[in-house]
């Protein structure tokens, strides 16, 4: 059904709601604007009020995508009693992020978004992955110093295996199955990579 919401004055809103729709059904490269209108309920020159085109509406999306994700990372890390268990907390987070805003995930990582061509959605993008980097600093904060790696590199590699495990086995298609469930992959995974590093001790 049509949504109506630029008859009551929240035109914008409607239009990410109905991209966020079209992309989790079609992809970010697979509907037009006028695709977005019809869903959203208003005339296909509606959404140039607040928006260039499609790619503006995708950013507006990965904005607000990210928004969500730095809440939910922030209240992940808060969660955890310890630095390990914070980290943990902020790698499930991300799992349950990509599995319930899957529209969101897509505009934000898989679009194409340049996210530093705009500051407001650069700082927004910061935030969230800052999330990320402050867990890994309170983490590695004890190794000797010849031995610790830059905490954004760290978490870079963290965010790459979340993200990788992500794609392949947690959001369905186009991802496959595995014998192990993406909480067990990424668990494991950190505990490898932390081994590898000091963080942890090697099991006897």
Known sequence: MA????????????????????????????FTMSEAAKLAGVSAAAP?????????????????????????????????????????????AYQAFAKKHSGHYIAMFESGVAINSDPDLAAVANRALGVLVHACEELIKDLPAHRRPPATMVSQHIWAMSHGV?????????????PFSPEDLMESGLGIYLRGLGVLPNDD
């Open 3 to 30: 949504r109506k919401g630029y008859h009551h004055g929240n035109l914008k809103q409607a239009l990410i709601d109905s991209t966020i729709q079209l992309i989790e059904e079609k992809g970010p490269t697979g």
């Open 48 to 92: 140039y009020r607040h928006f260039e085109g499609r790619e503006a509406l995708i950013a507006e999306v990965a904005r607000e995508g990210f928004g969500i994700f730095g809440d939910l990372m922030e209240f992940a890390y808060a969660k955890g009693n310890t630095p390990l268990a914070a980290l943990e907390s902020t790698g499930r």
């Open 166 to 178: 992500v794609e392949l086995f947690a959001r369905g298609e186009p991802g496959q199955r595995s």
